[in-house]
């Protein structure tokens, strides 16, 4: 895999379970729960895992952006 960004191949990928225990805070939405689905950190279906790939090189999250606010809100109705 190469970086989004920069095309670099020193791209890393990040996993770990949460137990339900996710805090996610954006603009007036703070939620404590399950991690978000839909927005690039956690979409593995389930809600527990935080994940993603992130370049070595010049530190960008891989994936589409930009992520819309609508978009976060849908993410964390769940949570």
Same mark, same amino acid.
């Given at each position: 895999?190469? +970086? &989004?960004? +920069?095309?670099? /191949?020193?791209?890393? =990928? %990040?996993?770990? $379970? ?5 805090? =996610?805070?954006? *603009?007036?939405? &703070? ?11 956690? &979409? ?7 994940? =993603?790939?992130? +370049? %070595?090189?010049?530190? *960008?999250?891989?994936? $589409? =952006?930009?992520?819309?606010? /609508?978009?976060? /809100?849908?993410?964390? *109705?769940? +949570?």
């Amino acid at each position: 895999m190469n +970086c &989004d960004k +920069c095309n670099s /191949e020193r791209v890393a =990928f %990040l996993n770990g $379970k949460t137990s339900d225990m996710c805090q =996610f805070r954006y *603009k007036d939405i &703070d939620t404590d729960g399950y991690v978000p689905q839909g927005i690039i950190i956690g &979409d593995d279906g389930y809600g527990d895992y935080i994940n =993603f790939h992130y +370049c %070595l090189e010049c530190g *960008k999250i891989q994936g $589409k =952006f930009p992520i819309s606010d /609508e978009r976060v /809100e849908d993410a964390v *109705k769940d +949570c």
